[in-house]
């Protein structure tokens, strides 16, 4: 019962739960930027690429449908986000009560775990469309490909959803027998 009441006063969780929820909020604003960029490109193309001063000769209006392409692939990403996001909140309400190992945050995470997964397959499809879009006239650096450490987290993810999910078995076994 200390151990919880430790847990349930420690001072990072309402900061995290502060800074999840901005990030929340951020990633919809970012989503929203993404969709008004992507409109403008394809509605508004002349206009777009006059008002950022885009010219032939940049080479940027040939490699516009790939940059779209990569556009709507961060769409898609803005929702796996959200999700991700919106798991960890109730997560940290488990924590803050003292009582993590239960089985929706096992649940939460095997979730996680593979909305991760989903995310890395993107950033590797967006990677690949960077790379075919660049050349040495007008190169593209975008931080998207293989990531060591982010196929790392969708395996350490994969790995606490199993011990949440054991985690959770051993204390109602342990309740059991009281």
Known sequence: MIRRRAMSRSSILPFTWVFLRLVI?????GGAAILALLIATVVFQQWSMKALGIT???????????????????????????AVLSRLLPMIETVRRGDPFVGANALRLRTIAWVLLALQLLSIAIGAIGRALSTPGHPLHLDAGFSISGWLAVLLTFILARVFAAGTLMREDLEGMI
């Not at 909020?25 to 604003?29: A, E, I, K, M, V």
């Open 25 to 29: 909020l951020l990633n919809w604003l």
């Open 56 to 82: 032939q000769a940049s080479g940027i209006p040939a490699m516009l449908p790939g940059l779209q392409a990569i556009a709507v692939l961060g769409l898609v990403a803005i929702p796996l986000n959200h």
